[in-house]
């Protein structure tokens, strides 16, 4: 990508960043010195939650990826004081930080199930009022106020991707504790029991990690598109019960299910409508979930 000034990721040595850094081999990770050490990546030490953003290097005209955020759904449930003063306080000082470095651009990484809540239609486009469920939709919808609010104030171009269910290989790689359909593979190669919460209906939008970083990429490298909220993902919805259908076909072995009693932080169903962004920037996305289901399986079997 050719930019002026430098890329820096936030959360770099995350799910998400290592796969933009994969593609952006210039961008500049940005993690706590122990994440980058763990993912053999050199870039700057940036605690997300611990450290002040005073020191960065980050100065006019570079550009901004931010992934970072501490705790998943079902911590921000059990502890939603902590969480939510502890994120929510960091985003809004690196963000600060970056507008008075004014920096070219700001990319913020949101998500498209938990802020829209249970919008009881499909798919759900950009202007349907937010109304998460849990905390930690609670705590992503405020970022992305605080995102926006600090932007437009200080005249930078930004964008807020409200992205679907990612999933990747790194998933099984790293050996991750969230992601419904790298958990799903795992279960099938090994034989163990698959955990779903509730009846097996909740629908969720699947979108491979190489398909929305390429989303990032098109909406940094394309001026024209204007800074807003962009939803980033399939257009498709699948159950919980109709992927396990799909890793067991193209896996080949059974899943055994355990159904867990339903859990008030999750949203029932959620697809995403794409067509603004698709619209302005020519993005689609390439990989099927099938493709994702083949490769995740073959990093198992390579790692065993």
Not at 52 to 59: H, T, V, Y
Not at 152 to 159: A, L, Y
Not at 181 to 209: F, M, P
């Amino acid at each position: 990508m050719n930019t002026q000034g430098k890329i820096y990721v936030f959360g770099g040595a995350g799910f998400l960043g290592k796969a933009f850094c994969r593609a952006c081999p210039e961008a500049v990770p940005c993690d706590s010195a122990d994440r980058l050490a763990l993912a053999g990546m050199r870039g700057v030490e940036f605690d997300f939650g611990v450290d002040q953003p005073e020191g960065l290097p980050c100065g006019e005209g570079d550009l901004a990826v931010v992934f970072s955020w501490r705790g998943y759904p079902a911590a921000h449930d059990a502890d939603p004081v902590g969480k939510l003063a502890l994120n929510l306080s960091s985003t809004l000082e690196l963000v600060s930080f970056l507008a008075r470095r004014r920096v070219g651009g700001l990319f913020y990484a949101s998500t498209g199930g938990a802020v829209y809540g249970n919008a009881d239609l499909e798919p759900v486009s950009e202007v349907v009022a937010l109304n998460p469920v849990g905390f930690y939709g609670i705590g992503k919808a405020t970022a992305e106020m605080y995102v926006r609010k600090v932007c437009r104030e200080s005249n930078i171009r930004h964008m807020v991707f409200r992205i679907g269910n990612a999933y990747g290989i790194d998933q099984i790689r790293d050996n991750l504790s969230v992601g419904f359909v790298a958990k799903a593979v795992q279960c099938a190669v090994s034989g163990r029991a698959l955990e779903i919460w509730g009846n097996g209906e909740t629908r969720r939008d699947y979108i491979h990690v190489n398909d929305v970083i390429g989303g990032f990429l098109k909406a940094m490298e394309n001026l024209t598109i204007p800074s807003g909220i962009y939803n980033l993902g399939s257009g498709k919805s699948l159950s919980n019960l109709e992927v396990v259908g799909l890793v067991e076909r193209v896996v080949g072995k059974k899943v055994e299910v355990v159904f867990k009693d339903v859990r008030a932080f999750d949203v029932a169903g959620i697809c995403l409508d794409c067509c603004k962004f698709q619209e302005a920037s020519g993005w689609e996305q390439k990989l099927s979930l099938e493709q994702g289901i083949r490769e995740m399986a073959g990093a198992i079997y390579v790692v065993n």
